[in-house]
């Protein structure tokens, strides 16, 4: 790593991973995918360059694209059953347009107001 004028430790805190997890992958461990995409994420590389699967190391769109978080929620996302995935879509496309609503956002509703005190 020391071609990329950066410590390790300076490594491990930018892709939000334990200082461990960069000396392993020094060392040529590969850690758990979401460890290695941050860590890619950091040096602006691929993680298939880090672990060694080719030798471009170019990062494309999907590794600028997504958080850890959204990676974490994605891998939830894909272990329920086709209905669950139903149910949370039609959860998410709630949220989304009640959010981009505008009479949702208009003012803020005191407690007093809410419970009929008001």
Known sequence: MRFLRKSQAMLAYEARVPSKVISDLTAGKLP????????ARALKVSPEYLAGYTDDASQDAFALAYSREDLEMLRHIQALSPS?????????????T???SPRVNERAISDAEWFGEG
């Open 98 to 100: 009640s959010a981009a």
């Open 32 to 39: 758990q995918f979401l460890d290695l995409y941050e860590i």
């Open 84 to 96: 669950d995935r139903d149910s949370v879509m039609q959860i998410i496309q709630s949220l989304a």
